[in-house]
């Protein structure tokens, strides 16, 4: 192994490196165990290529429920640790593909880890595990869930407020159950993917039909288990199910699939998804599914970005790469994001060195318009590239009256004038 561990106590160095007693509450000490454990996850993503599987496994299922104990008791608000434990997961996946456990064990491990209580930030797949588990695994894995299931009391009443009062522990068990629901249905949709079952997909992934989300996770669904032009005609419902963005998401994911599926049928659907929801990301989608047809579409498209200032600038500035048309966008449409005036200037400078500056001196003004110590940073940066570009020209007096100026209306404001001195500004 390149880090000189041998195979034979990877388990112990790992482990090592994923337990502690330190206090994890602080912000920077999560962060720190949380880059150690993607050091041990390293090291027994590298003893998989050589340890014996049936020993690496039992391993990596103590790394998670050591990692699981350490998350619940960290500030992990970076994700740190929670990217490591869900790399853990997919290693288990790849190291079970190899160890072939017994069906039982490996069923009553997923289930272990699902409904236990122990937590409930991470999820696994049981897609993932059916071709270990083999037909005989998937039915002691669907038995344990019924088992489960059978043990859920009553569904409570949707208006619940104020019970947790009258019966604190019935509250409890009811939000224990909704969290097992959860689960279950949430398994059940993923066993219908692996049964390749039409009629089970639809029913557990589009549920009622009232929410856009789940029609485009029946498409993803059907598109799973290869039943493709199911899958179009669920993302097109999806699409066509409002203007929220839901069904824009679903509306990018039809695109998808006719081009992959059906690529003559890609351009009128990117041009009618561009018409419902005009952007400079869905007109770039449709720029590049235009292909040498774009010509045929550019007006359009152009006129239809006008009523949006920045979506038509950030358009012409990043995917038609024409900074002299974003730059007359911009003024015409009397764009008004900083934001962007600050990234077609960056690109225009190299046009007109001098024309920028009037951008930047307004961008400036925006910077100081609050007391933030941030904001003036920005303004001194940006007055210092205002000297530079004026240098040697007539306008480099103005630029220095301008700092002046500021200084002067600013005089209130220690730490704008430091950072202006720190700037070198006169």
């Known amino acids: 192994m390149s880090s000189g561990v041998r195979d034979e106590n990877v388990g112990d160095v790992a482990l090592g490196l994923i337990r502690t007693r330190a206090d994890l509450h602080r912000w920077g000490a999560a962060n720190a165990h949380g880059r150690q454990m993607h050091e041990a996850v390293g090291l027994l993503r590298d003893a998989a290529e050589s340890a014996d599987p049936a020993v690496l496994l039992a391993v990596v299922e103590k790394a998670i429920a050591a990692a699981v104990r350490v998350v619940l008791r960290a500030d992990d608000s970076s994700g740190i640790i929670g990217d490591a434990i869900r790399d853990l997961l997919e290693l288990h996946t790849q190291?079970?593909?190899?160890?072939?456990?017994?069906?039982?064990?490996?069923?009553?491990w997923m289930v272990k880890f699902q409904f236990d209580g122990t937590q409930d930030f991470f999820s696994i797949d049981v897609a993932d595990y059916a071709s270990v588990l083999g037909p005989e695994g998937l039915v002691l894995y669907r038995a344990q869930l019924a088992e489960i299931a059978g043990g859920l009391g009553p569904e409570p009443a949707e208006d619940v407020s104020g019970a947790w009062l009258s019966d604190p522990e019935g509250w409890q068990k009811a939000a224990q159950d909704r969290h097992t629901r959860f689960l279950l249905e949430a398994n059940a949709r993923r066993l219908a993917v692996v049964d390749r079952d039409v009629d089970a997909i639809i029913a557990t992934h589009a549920?009622?039909?009232?929410?856009?989300?789940?029609?485009?996770?029946?498409?993803?669904?059907?598109?799973?288990t290869g039943e493709v032009d199911l899958a179009v005609d669920w993302a097109r419902q999806a699409a066509d199910f409002d203007r929220g963005h839901q069904s824009l998401d679903a509306a990018g994911y039809w695109c998808e699939l006719l081009a992959q599926h059906r690529p003559d049928a890609e351009l009128a659907a990117r041009l009618e998804v561009f018409r419902r929801w005009p952007s400079s990301s869905t007109a770039q989608q449709l720029r590049r599914a235009a292909g040498e047809a774009w010509p045929a579409h550019r007006d359009e498209v152009l006129d239809t970005l006008g009523r949006s200032p920045r979506d038509a600038v950030v358009f012409a500035l990043h995917h038609l790469g024409d900074v002299e048309l974003a730059w007359i966008l911009a003024h015409n449409l009397e764009l008004t994001d900083a934001r962007t005036w600050s990234d077609l200037a960056d690109a225009y400078e190299r046009v007109d060195p001098l024309g920028v500056l009037p951008v930047l001196?307004?961008?400036?003004?925006?910077?100081?318009?609050?007391a933030d110590a941030r904001g003036y940073r920005q303004?001194?940066?940006?007055?210092r590239r205002m000297r530079g570009l004026a240098a040697g020209t007539e306008r480099a007096v103005e630029i220095d009256e301008l700092i002046g100026t500021l200084r002067e209306e600013h005089r209130r404001r220690p730490r704008l004038q430091r950072e202006f001195d720190q700037a070198g500004l006169p």
């Open 95 to 108: 190291v079970a593909s190899k160890a072939r456990p017994s069906p039982s064990r490996l069923a009553a």
């Open 207 to 224: 549920r009622d039909r009232k929410v856009a989300a789940w029609l485009h996770d029946t498409a993803r669904a059907l598109a799973e």
């Open 361 to 370: 001196h307004d961008l400036v003004v925006g910077d100081l318009r609050e």
């Open 379 to 383: 303004a001194a940066r940006r007055l």
